[in-house]
C-alpha cells in the first residue's frame, strides 16, 4: 500500500573537483525533518549554463534516519534539467537500498523550492 508523508530539507554544498572536464562536482549534506527525519550524504555533478538557463545534473545520496518511524537508510537518486522554462526533476528511492526498517522501500520524492525552503512529499510503500 503506498503511503505519503510530507517532511523538509536543509542543504549544505561543498564544491569539489570535477569528476569529467566540463562538470562541477559539490559534496552535500542534508538535515531531514517531519515524516522523514535524518541526515543524508551524496555528490552531485553538474553541468551546462545555469546562468543561461541551460544546465542539468545528477546526484545520490544515503539517508539514514526514520520514514514515518521506521528506523534504517536508503539511496535517494536524482536527476534535474533545465532549459528556459522548461524544467525537469526525478527524484526516486533507488530499489534494493533499504536497509532495516526501510528494507524494500520503493518510492518517488517530490520537491518544492520556495522562499528557500526546501519541501518534499514522499510517496512511498514498504513491504
Known amino acids: ?36 527525519a535524518g541526515m543524508s550524504r551524496g555528490v552531485m555533478l553538474s553541468a551546462g549554463d545555469p546562468a543561461a538557463g541551460s544546465a542539468g545534473y545528477v546526484a545520490i545520496e544515503r539517508f539514514d534516519g526514520a520514514l ?15 532549459a528556459g522554462d522548461d524544467q525537469v526533476l526525478r527524484y526516486v528511492i533507488a530499489p534494493g ?15 518544492t523550492v520556495a522562499e528557500g525552503r526546501h519541501r518534499v512529499r514522499v510517496r512511498y510503500s514498504v513491504p
Open 97 to 111: 537500498s533499504g536497509t532495516q526498517g526501510l528494507t524494500g522501500v520503493t518510492g518517488t520524492v517530490d520537491l
Open 68 to 82: 514515518d518511524g521506521r528506523e534504517g537508510s536508503c539511496v535517494l537518486l536524482q536527476l534535474g534539467t533545465m
Open 1 to 36: 500500500m503506498q503511503q505519503e508523508t510530507d517532511a523538509e530539507f536543509t542543504v549544505e554544498l561543498q564544491p569539489a573537483g570535477p569528476e569529467l572536464d566540463g562538470t562541477g562536482r559539490f559534496d552535500l549534506t542534508k538535515t531531514w525533518t517531519g515524516g522523514m
